[in-house]
């Protein structure tokens, strides 16, 4: 069995921490589960819970896609159906921001907090759209704004700035935020991830190690935690343990996005597509600007002979951010080796030479002197 042709997209493993959107689905009350009403609604929250749950039904993935513009209508024909309540604005904000679009995602998660000024999920999603862009400081501030009202002692968002220091770097202001929370609760799930994850980029494996056991032994089914566990196997080489745990996570929570996208570049990196592509599009359904599903996407289609749609992908990432130095490579090799489109490929390698500093060895050269042989495609085959 042949792997995939890729640069550095396996090792780009994610560790939960409380830094992202926290995720959970839609509801339209917190406390009653949402089922589909059979008859006519009568008073509007009944409405609301209907349109939710047709909502929700759009936003299942299908075929890889999610039909976000469906999805959205109907979370609107919620908020109409019963404006006065916070959380159906937060829905309809959460909607859009898996969409991509920003803009009415923080419309929609400052009237759910203009009508609940106490109501942190939409604080916490808020924040991490400006975190997703690089922008810690203004999430933090985001955050620091909720917790001077009155709201000081709430574990979700103090976890959530706990997340946004340590992507900064800052291990200091991060152990002290999560010291905030295990003050009032020794065992908050949230507040552990955030400790073991400082101690992982702290390198300090050892204390990584032991936090997160003894958060796994707390909580074994929180789906967090078990993904961090497979981190650690996985930085130790240990793809079978690692994988365990990524599964036990899914098993947990079938859309956790750091899992799923574990278990994808695992199984891209043994060459099955076919996971591969299955575990990428729930990412990708969930968080439509992720520039490392998206590529393995595209080289999970490649794996499986979808090589337009491959193609597709890769020019999608590069129509962002034209100096991705990963989609442009894996563009060359697809152009290359399954498309023979040999000039267009070699543009994309001459333009990765440029973008990366590459020894001599590298296959990129090896592909430029036309020295690599047309590989089949990678797919696995089902064992009789």
């Known amino acids: 069995m042949k792997r995939f042709i890729l640069i550095s997209l396996g090792i780009s493993l994610l560790f939960v921490s409380c830094a992202t ?4 689905k839609e509801e339209v009350k917190e406390d009653k589960k949402i089922v589909l009403i059979k008859e006519a609604p009568k008073e509007p929250e009944d409405w609301a819970k209907y349109y939710t749950q047709l909502g929700l039904e759009a936003l299942e993935v299908k075929d890889g896609k999610v039909d976000f513009d469906k999805a959205v209508s109907y979370f609107e024909m919620a908020v109409e159906a019963y404006p006065k309540a916070p959380i159906v604005h937060y829905n309809l904000g959460l909607v859009y921001q898996r969409k991509g679009d920003d803009q009415n995602a923080v419309k929609n998660y400052n009237k759910a907090l203009e009508l609940d000024p106490k109501y942190s999920l939409p604080v916490i999603n ?18 620091d704004k909720f917790l001077e009202k009155e709201n000081d002692k709430d574990k979700g968002v103090l976890s959530a700035v706990a997340g946004f220091h340590l992507l900064k770097g800052d291990f200091v202001n991060a ?11 020794q065992s908050n799930v949230d507040a552990l991830k955030n400790l073991g994850m400082i101690y992982f980029k702290k390198k300090d494996m050892g204390l990584a190690a032991m936090v997160t ?3 796994y032994n707390i909580k074994s089914d929180d789906a967090g935690i078990a993904n961090n566990r497979g981190v650690l196997y996985s930085s130790q080489q240990d793809d079978s343990l690692a994988m365990l745990f990524f599964v036990k996570a899914i098993q947990n929570d079938q859309k956790n996005k750091s899992a799923n996208f574990n278990v994808g570049s695992i199984a891209m990196k043994y060459g099955d597509a076919e996971t591969a592509y299955e575990k990428f599009s729930i990412v990708l359904s969930q968080d439509p600007d992720n520039v490392l599903a998206r590529i393995g996407l595209a080289i999970a289609l490649r794996g499986l002979g979808r090589f337009e ?46 973008l990366e500093t590459v020894p001599e060895t590298h296959i990129v050269h090896q592909y430029l002197k036309d020295a690599v042989n047309i590989r089949p495609v990678e797919k696995v085959e089902e064992q009789k």
């Open 21 to 24: 959107a926290p995720e959970k």
């Open 126 to 143: 808020k924040a991490a759209i400006y975190a997703n862009k690089l922008e810690y400081n203004r999430a933090i501030d985001v955050c």
């Open 175 to 185: 152990i002290q935020s999560v010291r905030k929370i295990l003050i009032q609760e």
């Open 213 to 215: 056991t003894n958060s």
């Open 309 to 354: 749609d491959a193609e597709k992908e890769y020019m999608n990432v590069l129509g962002k951010d034209p100096n991705n130095a990963l989609a442009t490579f894996n563009l060359g090799v697809l152009h290359y080796d399954h498309m023979n489109k040999k000039v267009e490929a070699k543009r994309s390698f001459r333009k990765y030479i440029s």
